[in-house]
C-alpha cells in the first residue's frame, strides 16, 4: 500500500501517477516484433487486436464497427445514442460537426432529447451481426432494466454496462437500483461492467459475475468530470488497483480470471503500451479513432457526457482527421506523435521489453518518471 501524503493537517491521501507519469524499462532480451502476439480472448469470443471502441458516436456507427471488426478489433456501439433515436442521423452528425464551440453544448442536448427507440436498437445489432463480426452493444445503468431485452433478443455477444461511474451497490430513494448481480446472473452473454477506479470498487464489481470490468471515467480527452465534478483518479494508479483487485479475485473465486479494461485518458501509443504494462488485458479507447476517415465525427470528438441534460461533464473536441482506419491500427504512420500504428507500436514496446504475450507484458518493469511522455 503506497504511504499516504499529508495535504493539510485535516486529510491524508495517496499519491496517483497518470501514464505521462510512468515509463516502461526495456529488457536485456529483446524480442522481434513479428513474433509478438496482441490477441486477446474474453469468454469465447477471441481478437487480433486487444483493443475496442469506445461507444461515443463520433467514433463508432454499425459501418465503423463493423469495419474495426474486420481489423480485428471490437466496436462497441452505444445504444442510447444518435443510432437508435434516428433513423438516419447522418445529417445530424454533419450538423454537429458544422456547429461553432458556443453553440455545441446546447444543441448536443437538444439533438440527444429525441427518444430511443426500441425498434432501432434491435435493427442496429442485426446490422452489424450480418456482417460476421462479433457484436458489443452499450447501454447505462439507468436504461439496462428498461431495455435490455430488446438487445439480448437481437442477437448481441457481448453486453457492455458503461456510465461514468458504476458500483455494484447504487443507494437511490426514488428508483429501484440495477442488481448487476442478479442480472448478471440471468443472462447468457458476457457482462463487461464500469468504470471504476479503486480496488475496492472493482473487487465488487467482480464479485457481480461480469467478464470484464472497466477502468477510469469514460470520456477521456473528451470528459471534463474533473473540472465539474472535481472527481479524478489518475490511470496508471487505477489500472494498477484493479489489475490488483483481478489477483485476489481469482484467489478468492477459485480461479475466476475477470478482464480488466482500460477506458479512456490513452490518446497515443504510448499510453496504451503503458496500460498494459500496468495491468490491463486490453483497452477501449475513443479519440485516437475519431481522427479516421471512417469515424462518423468527420473529425471532432464528443461523448454522452457532453450532451447531459443537467450536468454536461464534456465537451466536444476538434481532432481533425489524420488517416484511415488501416493508417491508425497498423500504419504506415506518417507522424512521429503516436497517433498513428497504435497495433505495430505496442508490439515494438513488448518486444523491446522482450515479451511475446500481453499476459506476459504485464509483468514488464515500470519506472515513476513524471511527465516522461512529454
Request: net charge negative; charged share 20%; glycine share 12%.
Amino acid at each position: 500500500m503506497a504511504a499516504e501524503v499529508e495535504i493539510g493537517r485535516g486529510k491524508s491521501g495517496r499519491r496517483a501517477y497518470a501514464f505521462d507519469d510512468i515509463g516502461i524499462v526495456p529488457s536485456r532480451r529483446t524480442r522481434d516484433p513479428e513474433e509478438v502476439s496482441v490477441a486477446w480472448q474474453i469468454d469465447a469470443y477471441r481478437f487480433e487486436i486487444p483493443l475496442l471502441v469506445a461507444p461515443m458516436d463520433s467514433v463508432v456507427s454499425p459501418a465503423s464497427a463493423i469495419a474495426v471488426g474486420g481489423h480485428g478489433g471490437l466496436g462497441v456501439l452505444d445504444l442510447e445514442g444518435l443510432w437508435t433515436r434516428y433513423e438516419n442521423p447522418e445529417p445530424l452528425l454533419a450538423e454537429i460537426a458544422s456547429l461553432d464551440d458556443i453553440r455545441a453544448t446546447e444543441r448536443l442536448q437538444e439533438i440527444y432529447r429525441a427518444p430511443i427507440q426500441e425498434e432501432l436498437i434491435g435493427r442496429r445489432i442485426e446490422e452489424i451481426r450480418a456482417a460476421g463480426v462479433t457484436v458489443a452493444a452499450r447501454l447505462s445503468p439507468q436504461r439496462t432494466a428498461q431495455f435490455h431485452k430488446a438487445v439480448i433478443d437481437a442477437g448481441v455477444d457481448l453486453f457492455v454496462i458503461r456510465g461514468t461511474t458504476v458500483s455494484a451497490e447504487h443507494v437511490s430513494g426514488r428508483a429501484e437500483p440495477l442488481n448487476l448481480k442478479q442480472f448478471i446472473y440471468e443472462l447468457d452473454v458476457p457482462v463487461i461492467v464500469g468504470g471504476c477506479s479503486t480496488y475496492t470498487a472493482a473487487l465488487h464489481l467482480m464479485r457481480t459475475g461480469a467478464a470484464g470490468v472497466l477502468v477510469g471515467f469514460g470520456g477521456g480527452s473528451g470528459h471534463t468530470t474533473r473540472t465539474v465534478l472535481g472527481v479524478a483518479v489518475p490511470m496508471a494508479t487505477a489500472v494498477a488497483d484493479v489489475a490488483a483487485a483481478r489477483r485476489d479475485y481469482m484467489d478468492e473465486s477459485g480461479g475466476r480470471y475477470v478482464h480488466v479494461i482500460a477506458d479512456g485518458g490513452m490518446t497515443n501509443s504510448g499510453d496504451i503500451a503503458k496500460a498494459f504494462a500496468c495491468g490491463s488485458d486490453a483497452v477501449m479507447v475513443g479519440s485516437p479513432f475519431a481522427r479516421s476517415t471512417e469515424a462518423p465525427g468527420r473529425g471532432y470528438h464528443w461523448g454522452s457526457e457532453a450532451h447531459h441534460p443537467d450536468v454536461p461533464r464534456g465537451t466536444r473536441l476538434d481532432l481533425g482527421t489524420i488517416g484511415n482506419l488501416e493508417q491508425i491500427l497498423h500504419g504506415p504512420s506518417r507522424v512521429a506523435d503516436g497517433s498513428m500504428n497504435l497495433i505495430g507500436s505496442l508490439r515494438r514496446a513488448m518486444a523491446t521489453s522482450g515479451y511475446t504475450e500481453l499476459k506476459e507484458f504485464q509483468r514488464v518493469q515500470v519506472v515513476v518518471a513524471p511527465h516522461v511522455g512529454t
